[in-house]
T-cell receptor, first 112, second 117 residues
Framework: LAKTTQPISMDSYEGQEVNITCSHN???????ITWYQQFPSQGPRFIIQ?????VTNEVASLFIPADRKSSTLSLPRVSLSDTAVYYC?????????????WGLGTSLAVNP | DVKVTQSSRYLVKRTGEKVFLECVQD?????MFWYRQDPGLGLRLIYF???????EKGDIPEGYSVSREKKERFSLILESASTNQTSMYLC????????????????FGPGTRLTVT
């Protein structure tokens, strides 16, 4: 069964690029990788999803190497409002959504 | 705007009470989830439902049950609340997964912070 490991916390400054890496050594062939963002007193919110190589949207990029044993969420030019907890999720693209492997979250603090 | 609502933001109950947590989504999603979130433990899946009247146990179902009589509503029941069930409870919903098209985004409610004394 896949297990996801991510750093507990990270610090950054406004305007910097932040990269958060999630390790998932036992990822299965039909697993996808998804990242969520959570602010205090709110539920998590979807950021980005990928299967392999690179995916980019208006808020982030996701880099997945060929062996897919890790993934890196990249946040360009962070601002104070990016201070949040970021979760990595590995889950199969199959009918049974019960096999959801969540990381424990990375608490990102963006400083002025 | 998509919406998942939970019946209470804060709830205080006594040990042994029966507790109902309600979740409603307005997006016609097939899948609904109940999680609990504790410091240092991340999100843990309690139960999952993929259709009306259908349910599957998640990682920590002990002490909980669920009910899904209508597509938009998913209830979490604590038959006899205990202090170790003090936690943040999060409900989420998503469309059904289509093989080959990635996983569907989960939409979360704001959470219910339950305290059992």
């Amino acid at each position: 069964l896949a297990k996801t490991t991510q750093p507990i916390s990270m610090d950054s400054y406004e305007g910097q690029e932040v990269n958060i890496t999630c390790s998932h050594n036992n990822i299965a062939t039909n697993d996808y990788i998804t990242w969520y963002q959570q602010f205090p007193s709110q539920g998590p919110r979807f950021i980005i999803q990928g299967y392999k190589t690179k995916v980019t949207n208006e808020v982030a990029s996701l880099f997945i190497p060929a062996d897919r044993k890790s993934s890196t969420l990249s946040l360009p030019r962070v601002s104070l409002s990016d201070t949040a907890v970021y979760y990595c999720l590995v889950a199969p693209n199959a009918g049974n959504n019960r096999k959801l492997i969540w990381g424990l979250g990375t608490s990102l603090a963006v400083n002025p | 705007d998509v919406k998942v609502t939970q019946s209470s933001r804060y709830l205080v109950k006594r040990t042994g009470e029966k507790v109902f947590l309600e979740c409603v989504q307005d997006m016609d999603h097939e899948n609904m989830f109940w999680y609990r979130q504790d410091p240092g433990l991340g999100l843990r899946l309690i139960y999952f439902s993929y259709d009306v009247k259908m349910k599957e146990k998640g990682d920590i179902p002990e002490g909980y049950s669920v009910s899904r009589e209508k597509k938009e509503r998913f209830s979490l029941i604590l038959e006899s609340a205990s202090t170790n069930q003090t936690s943040m409870y999060l409900c989420a919903s998503s469309f059904r997964v289509v093989p080959g098209q990635g996983n569907k985004e989960q939409y979360f409610g704001p959470g219910t912070r339950l305290t059992v004394t």
